[in-house]
């Protein structure tokens, strides 16, 4: 007789238990359900914590904040947002940037690296604009490439550095400036370094880069042209920061290769 009562009041206590974790449940279920979505991500992440724990493995951390940082974290490894055109940089051109700095670091050091890489976006945005210029313009005035260099400015530094290859025609040396990358970054660099040289400043070298050398020579202010202004910005508020996060962080030699 006391084992019939010992069991009924066993059943008993089980099925309160029961009805009482049921009610539970489909409270937790209601409010879950009324709740944004954090709420509910919350659920599943307590729901992962408790099945880890069945299966005795390690919990992994699972919150909606974790998980946003995460994913932000990995965007902003990869992408660049240029403050000046109020656009991201698209894969191809942070890699013209980092081609850039790498082509100007070895040839003039880390000044010159950051100087390329801010004329390469002031003349085409590093590729965005294309790699022809100005139609308009008469043929033995216009520029080709990422970083529009002028036919009579190739020809300069091709005297200089016959390694940079031969080149028959007009033509032909038009269709390694548009079609090859490097080879126009590594024109543009001895040339930006060539009118250094010529020049007395910095500034006088990005006029002479930009309406020529002659034509420069004209400019009495040369910090206030409107080519040297832009570029600048381009120096720093764009490059600099570009650099900081892809290139000073690690090494910059194979970072770039």
Same mark, same amino acid.
């Given at each position: +007789?006391?084992?019939?009562?010992?069991?009924? /009041?066993?059943?008993?206590?089980?099925? !309160?238990?029961?009805?009482?974790?049921?009610?539970?449940?489909? !409270? &937790?279920?209601?409010?879950?359900? /009324?709740?944004?979505?954090?709420?509910?991500? =919350?659920?599943?992440?307590?729901?992962?914590?408790?099945?880890?724990?069945? =299966?005795?493995? @390690?919990?992994? &951390?699972? !919150?909606?904040? =974790?998980?946003?940082?995460?994913?932000?974290?990995?965007?902003?490894?990869?992408?660049?947002?240029?403050?000046? @055109?109020?656009?991201?940089?698209?894969?191809?051109?942070?890699?013209?940037?980092? @081609?850039?700095? %790498?082509?100007?670091?070895?040839?003039?050091?880390?000044?010159?690296?950051?100087?390329?890489?801010?004329?390469?976006?002031?003349?085409?945005?590093?590729?965005?604009?294309?790699?022809?210029?100005? +139609? @308009?313009? *008469?043929?033995?005035?216009?520029?080709?490439?990422?970083?529009?260099?002028?036919?009579?400015?190739?020809?300069?530094?091709?005297?200089?550095?016959?390694?940079?290859?031969?080149?028959? %025609?007009? #033509?032909?040396?038009?269709?390694?400036?548009? !079609?090859?990358?490097?080879?126009?970054? *590594?024109?543009?660099?001895?040339?930006?370094?060539?009118?250094?040289?010529?020049? %007395?400043? &910095?500034?006088? %070298?990005?006029?002479?880069? $930009?309406?020529?050398?002659?034509? /420069?020579?004209?400019?009495?202010?040369?910090? #206030?042209?409107?080519?040297?202004? *832009?570029?600048?910005? $381009?120096?720093? #508020?764009?490059?600099?920061?570009? $650099?900081?996060?892809?290139?000073?962080? /690690?090494?910059?030699?194979?970072?770039?290769?």
């Amino acid at each position: +007789m006391a084992d019939k009562n010992l069991k009924h /009041s066993c059943g008993t206590q089980l099925k !309160t238990y029961l009805l009482g974790s049921v009610a539970i449940i489909s !409270t &937790v279920a209601a409010v879950v359900l /009324s709740q944004p979505h954090s709420a509910v991500a =919350s659920l599943k992440a307590e729901a992962c914590f408790i099945e880890d724990l069945a =299966s005795n493995t @390690t919990p992994a &951390v699972f !919150t909606p904040d =974790s998980v946003v940082t995460a994913h932000s974290d990995q965007l902003n490894n990869q992408l660049f947002w240029n403050t000046l @055109t109020k656009s991201w940089l698209t894969d191809e051109q942070a890699q013209l940037l980092k @081609t850039a700095y %790498s082509i100007g670091y070895e040839n003039g050091g880390h000044e010159h690296a950051e100087l390329l890489q801010a004329v390469l976006l002031q003349e085409t945005i590093a590729g965005q604009l294309g790699r022809i210029g100005h +139609m @308009t313009a *008469r043929v033995g005035k216009r520029s080709y490439g990422v970083m529009q260099v002028k036919v009579t400015a190739a020809r300069d530094v091709l005297k200089k550095h016959k390694d940079f290859g031969r080149f028959r %025609s007009d #033509e032909e040396l038009i269709v390694a400036l548009m !079609t090859d990358d490097d080879f126009n970054m *590594r024109i543009a660099s001895k040339f930006l370094l060539y009118l250094g040289e010529k020049t %007395s400043s &910095v500034e006088a %070298s990005l006029v002479a880069y $930009n309406i020529g050398l002659r034509g /420069s020579r004209k400019i009495s202010e040369p910090d #206030e042209f409107k080519y040297v202004v *832009r570029t600048k910005n $381009n120096l720093n #508020e764009v490059v600099q920061h570009f $650099n900081q996060k892809f290139i000073a962080s /690690s090494d910059m030699h194979l970072a770039m290769r």
